[in-house]
């Protein structure tokens, strides 16, 4: 069943693009704007798994939630954070090892979206700044996505924090076969299948 996406028309997103020109000036007004994005977007994939179980999750997490400094290529799993805890990628790695489900670790954008074009998850699960939130959503608009925005950033990109006890209800929730929601409750689903780590150029 294909996702429904507004974001596949261009009236959406020139009218989300001018709504964010007319916020910008007003402190965080384009920030809150693009949270009410996401939870409505959260909400239309959870109607969406209601109908379409998932069977395949995609788990992607940013660069800049990353410690700075830290030299761990990452890109190939996350065995080395759970030894370390020095940034929020150990506790990435911890509930992953928990639910028994391997992260994804995208460190530009575009190869995120190349990700999700090449392995056509069912549905995608991801933190990101709210501007790299509503440019997912506008470069893959077929690919039902979660998304929470990252917060805590001492400055753009460094020492980003997550919402963790948001990508634990969703990790797990994926990892057990349930619908992944944020919204009304859905069916149960077949377990998700584990997605590799991918490496980056």
Not at 134 to 159: F, I, Q, Y
Request: hydrophobic share 45%; glycine share 4%.
């Amino acid at each position: 069943m294909s996702f429904r996406s507004p974001w596949r028309h261009r009236w959406y997103v020139w009218a989300v693009n001018t709504a964010r020109r007319a916020l910008r000036p007003f402190g965080r007004g384009e920030e809150a704007f693009i949270a009410w994005l996401a939870r409505r977007q959260n909400r239309r994939v959870a109607r969406h798994l209601a109908k379409a179980p998932a069977r395949r999750a995609l788990l992607i997490m940013p660069r800049c939630v990353k410690k700075t400094g830290c030299h761990v290529d990452v890109q190939h799993g996350l065995d080395e954070c759970l030894a370390c805890m020095g940034c929020p990628l150990g506790d990435v790695a911890q509930i992953c090892r928990r639910h028994d489900v391997e992260a994804l670790v995208a460190f530009r954008s575009h190869i995120a979206f190349e990700m999700a074009r090449t392995l056509k998850p069912d549905v995608i699960i991801a933190s990101a700044c709210h501007d790299r939130m509503v440019k997912a959503l506008r470069s893959v608009p077929e690919v039902p996505a979660l998304l929470a925005p990252l917060a805590g950033m001492d400055r753009m990109c460094v020492n980003a924090t997550l919402d963790l006890a948001w990508l634990e209800q969703q990790v797990a929730a994926a990892a057990a076969g349930r619908a992944v929601c944020d919204g009304p409750a859905a069916r149960p689903l077949p377990a998700a299948a584990h997605v590799p780590s991918v490496q980056t150029p």
